[in-house]
């Protein structure tokens, strides 16, 4: 089993719908999350990190974990053509100092 | 402006050569690592480094070497070892966590290398 796992898509949703990526992690012992997003080409730059059970809101980014179930997932509000990339998400055990473990990234493209 | 830096940003090898990737962060983290991209694939740990002098070997470090000198600094050198070095490489770096800071890693711009 993978450590971090993601539909791999693609996912293609209208200009102004809500996108929703989704992520499971083996380790019940994860405490950091972290949703990146990946321009094709480039570097990863990072969108949210989330450690407590909820919901957490940044503009139209809302990152929302499950411990229990052992799942975070990313909404996107009101997608935009400038939301396409391929979305990364990675998770890290414990609380100190540590790697990460990255999902394979679910592509998005938002059409117009 | 802070940030980490990568060169070069493309680089093509010769099969059988050594090849040095530069890295190097003004951000002041303690942390840095270097992670390969394959088309399609996510990030997969090569080494990792939370102190100078020190670094640890991720998932896949066979062809790769790494040296942490300097804080700001830790370059990757990809072997002839490694036999299937056609990818893009990312550096990355980070704090050691204090109080309620995170330690949440940030990339630089990447390598694309080739092997020509």
């Known amino acids: 089993q993978k450590e971090v796992e993601q539909n791999s898509g693609p996912l293609s949703v209208p200009e102004g719908a809500i996108a929703s990526l989704n992520c499971t992690y083996s380790?019940?012992?994860?405490?950091?999350f972290f949703w990146y997003r990946q321009y094709s080409g480039k570097s990863p730059e990072l969108i949210m990190f989330?450690?407590?059970?909820g919901d957490k809101e940044d503009g139209r980014f809302t990152a929302q974990l499950n411990k229990a179930s052992q799942y975070v997932s990313l909404l996107i509000r009101d997608s935009q053509p400038s939301d396409s990339a391929t979305y990364l998400c990675?998770?890290?055990?414990?609380?100190?100092?540590?790697?990460?473990?990255f999902g394979r990234g679910t592509q998005l493209t938002v059409w117009p | 402006d802070g940030g980490i830096t990568q060169s070069p940003k493309y680089l093509f090898r010769k099969e059988g050569q050594n090849v040095t990737l530069s890295c190097e962060q003004n951000?002041?983290?303690?942390?840095m690592y270097w992670y390969r991209q394959d088309p399609g694939q996510g990030l997969r740990l090569i080494y990792y480094?939370?102190?100078?002098?020190?670094?640890q070997k991720g998932d896949i470090a066979e062809g790769y070497s790494v040296s942490r000198e300097k804080k700001e600094s830790f370059p990757l050198t990809v072997t002839s070892a490694q036999k299937n070095p056609t990818a893009f490489y990312l550096c990355?770096?980070?704090?050691?966590?204090?109080?309620?800071?995170?330690?949440?890693?940030?990339f630089g711009p990447g390598t694309r290398l080739t092997v020509l």
């Open positions: 990355a770096s980070s704090r050691v966590p204090t109080g309620g800071s995170t330690d949440t890693q940030y």
């Open positions: 380790d019940r012992g994860s405490q950091s």
């Open positions: 989330i450690y407590s059970n």
């Open positions: 990675a998770v890290k055990r414990g609380s100190t100092l540590g790697r990460l473990y």
């Open positions: 951000l002041n983290h303690d942390a």
């Open positions: 480094s939370q102190i100078v002098n020190d670094f």
